[in-house]
C-alpha cells in the first residue's frame, strides 16, 4: 500500500468544491480545509506508486479550481490511537 500527503493551493472560492469532491474519493482517506499556506490536505492511499501517482495527477490535480499540489510520500507511519 502506497501512502501520502497531499497539500492543495485552490482557487479564491473553490475550496469547498474541491473539500467535498475529495471526500468522495474511495482513496482520499482524510481531508482538512486549513488555514495557511495551504487550502486543503488530503491523506490519500493506492495499491501501489502507480496508482498513487495516477491519483494524484489524474484526479486530484485535474479538479476544477485546484491551483497547484504539493505531495509528500509516506515512508513510514504509523497512527497513534
Known amino acids: 500500500m502506497s501512502e501520502a500527503i497531499v497539500m492543495i ?15 468522495e474519493m474511495q482513496e482520499v482517506k482524510k481531508v482538512y480545509m486549513v488555514y495557511g499556506i495551504h487550502d486543503i490536505i488530503a491523506f490519500v492511499e493506492a495499491e501501489s506508486m502507480d496508482k498513487l501517482r495516477g491519483l494524484i495527477t489524474d484526479k486530484i ?21
Do not use: Q, W, Y
Request: net charge positive; hydrophobic share 35%; charged share 35%.
Open 9 to 23: 493551493n485552490a482557487d479564491v472560492g473553490k475550496e469547498n468544491d474541491i473539500f467535498n469532491k475529495l471526500n
Open 61 to 81: 490535480r485535474k479538479l476544477d479550481g485546484v491551483k497547484s499540489t504539493l505531495t509528500s510520500i509516506v515512508v513510514v507511519g504509523k497512527e497513534k490511537k
